[in-house]
């Protein structure tokens, strides 16, 4: 199985702060990875897929980046509504997850 | 658009169907998969299958007890959970391999 693990588990952070997630791969996916936001009660909401290419609809201040074992989300100025849990998502062979970050305010 | 229902209380050795409506596209034409969270907790992967069914694949914490499965006719993804768990106690989640997520349904495992 191909584990994930992300970093940091939580994360503080100022409204307009850069703030930065990674991922690493146990062995190489490619670019075959997702990065997701997620708030209390409700599912994940897609933000990047095949590693860098951002889902219609969410705002260009979130990007991704990385290829083979390293991935990294980054948020260019962290906004009030980006409190949440990211999740980090490969989908090279089955799925697995990261443990996911906690964006929180500091 | 993927509705997931089916979830409830039930208690430890029991079994549950949880479904998945889609609309919009062709259950039997996409790969699915169902994924769970437990509460508080993070995204775990339970199982997959073609749009045909001809390759299915389960996570090893629920080989043996989940069976995946899709009905043309109705435009529907299933999970048939036995021999449940207090462990199995999740939120589960549809998802296409396109990405596409519902909104999930609980089930609770306890006695």
């Known amino acids: 199985d191909i584990q994930m693990t992300q970093s940091p588990s939580t994360l503080s952070a100022s409204v307009g702060e850069r703030v930065t997630i990674t991922c690493r791969a146990s062995q190489s996916i490619g670019k075959y990875l997702a990065w997701y936001q997620q708030k209390p009660g409700r599912a994940p909401k897609l933000l990047i897929y095949q590693a860098s290419r951002l889902e219609t609809g969410v705002p260009s201040r979130f990007s991704g980046s990385g290829s083979g074992t390293e991935f990294t989300l980054t948020i260019s100025s962290l906004q009030p509504d980006d409190f949440a849990t990211y999740y980090c998502h490969q989908c090279y062979s089955y799925w697995t997850f990261g443990q996911g970050t906690k964006v929180e305010l500091k | 658009q993927l509705v997931e229902s089916g979830g409830r209380l039930v208690q430890p050795g029991g079994s549950l169907r949880l479904s998945c409506v889609v609309s919009g596209f062709t259950v039997t034409t996409y790969e699915m998969n169902w994924v769970r969270q437990a509460p508080g907790k993070g995204l775990q992967w339970v199982s997959y299958?073609?749009?045909?069914?001809?390759?299915?694949a389960y996570a090893d914490s629920v080989q043996g007890r989940f069976i995946i499965s899709s009905d043309n006719a109705k435009n529907s993804l299933y999970l048939q959970m036995d021999s449940l768990r207090v462990d199995d106690t999740a939120i589960y989640y549809c998802?296409?391999?396109?990405?596409?997520w519902g909104r999930g349904t609980l089930v609770t495992v306890s006695s």
């Open positions: 299958t073609t749009g045909s069914g001809d390759t299915k």
């Open positions: 998802v296409t391999t396109e990405l596409w």
